[in-house]
């Protein structure tokens, strides 16, 4: 069934089946607003009854929201609130931002494309994309264009004229969910808002930086750093609409491919069902997974199980640094009294679609792990809490022992039975025995009195 538009985070469902339940079948979660949870009217926990009021997922995707309209506020020369927990979770990566007033100009949730998408309820968007006949919607958190100095204090190469993509992600955990450099330039939503900010200003590259907040007991952020040309924009859309395509084409559930794969994703624990639509879920899915399919999948997982990438251990570094030279201070100061409000689009110079010559690329990031062996060396060097890494010849090994331990497990089964049969014949034995030892008593005794009988006529 083809859909009007489509998101581009959409697109990046590893799952058919999830993807048909969450967008055919509209089975999502409603949004829940964290003023509520905080305030005690929903709780994220179970209730006397046993009722879960608002899912862990749903929690997190109110801070997550809480976090974005907390720094909307705070780019728009509103009046941010730093104090309820998605604005202190915001407030540990304000240093990796830019700073308001450093900015000429400020583009806040500006909605991708040019084309009207005939949507008339206010809450839709308005505006969609057309990339190889697929419309995409959707918002980009932020674009600045800024001053050279900030891009300087920022670490980032002024590369497209003074203009900056960013976007902000909440996380439960950084190590373990941020994505890489590497990722990003393939990631369909990174190149839909990147190719829309190149459109719509004349640009052939443009720099991006994905800020990753940790929303858990830890409060620290980080900035993953990458550059998206035109050409590279161009190729990721144009795949990702043979998916949309794809996607379009299924009319029923069950031509909605199911993958085992992703059934782990985002549980936190490798073999551990994190898909809301399974049945261990209460969902309707009905995936099985063996232990088998658990360990492929752990092996064949693209997560970095705690192992952090050394572009990751050199960003936290970098950042450490700087906080400990106070260079950059943790909370960017705030627009002073009186400034007048930045407004949603507001102060677009006209550039005269000049683009800036691109500078030399930079070094290309260091390649993600990917391969188990990889992953294995890059824990050598790993500050982080280290998880089990289960390498390709520990799974063979893991599997061979299972089996050998079944088998053992039947025969242990049948000499159990053996010896519970052998114990129940040597008990009938043992009668048998003491009762072939009363016979042969008595018939002694008989003997010895027939021999007396005997020898007494015999005298
Ligand atoms: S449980 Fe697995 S197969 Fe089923 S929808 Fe989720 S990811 Fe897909």
Known sequence: MARDYHSPSSLGYKCDRAWYYAYVGHM?????????????????????????????????ASLGTGLHNTLEAYYSGGQPDWIWKPGQVAQSGLHLLPRAECCTAIEIEAEIGYEPSGETDPRKPTKVMRAYGTRYAGRRD?????????????????????????????????????????????????????????????????????????????????????????????????????????????????????????????????????????????????????????????????????????????QFAAARSQLSSGAAPMIVSLPAAGTPPMTRGEILPDNGGAVAAPKPRAPRAPKAPTTIAEKMQDTAVVEAPVVAVVSAENLDAIASLSADLAQARVLLEGSNNALAEAEAELATAAQKCDEARLANEVATTAVSAILADIRTAAS
């Open 142 to 314: 932020l674009t600045v264009q800024m001053q050279p100095s900030e891009f300087d204090r920022l670490g980032i190469a002024n590369i497209a004229n003074g203009w900056l993509l960013l976007d902000y992600k909440s996380t439960a955990d950084i190590v373990q969910y941020a994505k890489t450099a590497a990722d990003l330039t393939d990631d369909i939503a990174a190149c839909a808002y990147a190719l829309d900010v190149m459109v719509k200003h004349g640009l052939s590259i443009l720099p991006c930086r994905w800020v990753y907040f940790e929303s858990k007991e830890i409060r620290r952020a980080l900035a993953v750093d990458f550059t998206i040309t035109l050409q590279r924009a161009r190729e990721v859309l144009e795949r990702y609409s043979l998916k949309a395509k794809h996607l379009d084409s299924l009319n029923v559930i069950q031509e909605a491919a199911q993958n085992l794969d992703a059934c782990c994703d985002y549980s936190g624990r490798p073999g551990v069902i994190g898909c809301s639509y399974h049945q261990e879920k209460g969902g309707p899915c009905n995936a099985r997974r063996t232990t088998g399919d658990r360990l492929s999948a752990l092996e064949g997982s693209n997560k970095k199980m705690a192992v952090m990438s050394e572009e990751m251990k050199a």
């Open 28 to 60: 999502r979660e409603p949004d829940v607003d964290y003023r509520d949870i905080e305030s005690g009217k929903i709780k994220a926990v179970k209730d006397p009854k046993g009722q879960l009021q608002c899912s862990y997922k749903q929690r997190g």
